[in-house]
Each structure stands twice: as structure tokens, then as C-alpha cells.
């Protein structure tokens, strides 16, 4: 309901037991990951998100090999967790559980294979007097009184074009981690790094010429299509001074029109050149 009420389009069973008449209870899956260090591009999160679907997806095919029903539940897993007491919402608007504080990937799977059951870790509230998310969002949007979530740079970020001061403030592929990088809560965790292969599949030039099959491949294609990461990396470069020829080559031969408006922007406010419509 709050998602209508503010326009994001979430399309999520609002009432699971009327969405999955067969099934007993909604399973709540949690993948926690170890954050990247702050100043890397690449976000931990969307990778391990994918790692998680697919872990999640043999998960489900275990259980149906056993004749067991399920399937994967589209619901709300936050406002599940939260009116079920798992895990508690930081002022940033994330759910943390537990140890994991708010680094992890959700899923939900609908099946019979068990009766409803919460045994939730013991999480911490927010401290009342913490304001670091508050002092690190770039965008404002965490007031103290909670998030105004059509702020958050994510809220932008759906489709492949994006207002031009997102593309100023990004940081992160697809979107920010600032608030989650600040919070005290998740402190605690060690720091992975992306591997050889990431790397090389989110180098700046290689996705400026469109080749993102692979980098696509590790983070979800549905969240990837129509030259998003090629506009993402031809912003990120030219706020740095780099690639300029790259990116002009981009803006004359792509087919998608996120990359050429975000080409066109990044030369005229970065390189200072007079661009005019192609």
C-alpha cells in the first residue's frame, strides 16, 4: 500500500494467504554477503543477490524432488519480517537481522512443506541519538523520523535513464550504499572484494562499448537491460576525466537511448564539448 501510494509500482501480493491458497506458510530466505570496501564501484550487493536467487532456486527444486509444493512468493519481505518480529527498520529504511545487520538478499518461497514458525535472532534498535545515515545520504532522503524513500538515489533508478543529479551523486552501480557503508550496525562485518572476473567484466571501457553480456550475467539481466550499466560506467568515467573518445563512440553508435543521452550529458558537462543532436 505504501508502494502504490508513493508510485514506485511494486508488484507484490499485499495478502499471501489469498495470493497461495495451497501453501501453509511463506518461507523467509536470508543470503547475507560481506560488503565491499567504500570507493569500489561494483556493488556487493547485486551480486550476491544473483548467487542468492540461484541458490534460492535450487533450493525449491530440492524441495519439489522431495514432493514438496512450492514457488517463489512475491510479498513484501520486509513488512512480512517486521509484523512477524524479524529483525528491526534502521532509520534508513532497511531491515537488519541480527548479526548479519543489513548486508543479505531476500527471498520468499511459498509451500506446505511446514507450518508457520519464527525463530528470529535478536536484532538491535537504532541507537536515538545515531544520525550517521542521516549525515551520509547524498540525496536527503533520510529525515529523522524515517526515509522518504522518493528521494533515495534507488528510487530513480527502475529504468535505464535517470535524472542527470543521480548521475552526479551515483557511486555505486546501480545504486548507493552510502547509509548502509555509515551505519554503525553493520561495523562489524568484514569487507570481501570483487574477484578477477568481476572486475574485468565491469571495466569501465568494456561496458562504454556495450559489452556488458557478462557483467549483465553476474548481477540479473531483468535489472540490466537497455544500455543501463553502459550509461552508469560512461557517467562514472567522465566525472574522472576518462574515456572521452570512448565515450563519444558510444554516443554515435549505440542503439539505446540511456546511453546516448547520458554520452551527450557526460561530454557536454564533463569534456566541455558542443554536442548537437545526432
Known sequence: MQAERIGVGASLHFDPVAAYPNASCILL????????????????????????????????????????????????????????GIGVQGKNGLLRVGGYGSRFALYTVATNACAP??????????????????????????????????HCMRYFMDGAEYPFHVYEAQRTHMG?????????????????????????????????????????????????????????????????????EEIRAAMETTSFPAVKRAARWALQRYFHQKITEL
Open 176 to 244: 548507493c550504499e552510502l547509509c548502509q557503508a555509515a551505519c554503525p550496525q553493520n561495523a562489524h562485518l568484514a569487507f570481501g572484494a570483487p574477484n578477477e572476473a568481476e572486475r574485468c567484466a565491469f571495466a569501465l571501457p568494456r561496458l562504454i562499448a556495450g559489452d556488458a553480456k557478462e557483467a549483465r550475467t553476474l548481477v540479473g539481466r531483468n535489472m540490466t537491460g537497455n544500455g543501463k550499466l553502459t550509461a552508469e560506467a560512461i557517467c562514472f568515467s567522465a566525472r574522472e576525466g576518462l574515456f572521452e
Open 29 to 84: 530466505l536470508v543470503y547475507p554477503y560481506a560488503p565491499f570496501p567504500a570507493g569500489e564501484r561494483l556493488s556487493a550487493y547485486y551480486l550476491a543477490s544473483q548467487r542468492g536467487y540461484l541458490a534460492a532456486k535450487g533450493f525449491m527444486g530440492a524441495l519439489a524432488a522431495s514432493g514438496i509444493s512450492c514457488e517463489m512468493a512475491f510479498v513484501p519481505a520486509r513488512a512480512l519480517a517486521l509484523a512477524n
Open 117 to 150: 514458525q519464527v525463530d528470529a535472532p535478536f536484532t538491535p534498535p537504532c541507537p536515538a541519538n545515531c544520525d550517521a545515515c542521516l549525515r551520509a545520504c547524498p540525496m536527503g532522503a533520510i529525515l529523522p523520523d524515517g526515509l522518504d524513500a522518493t
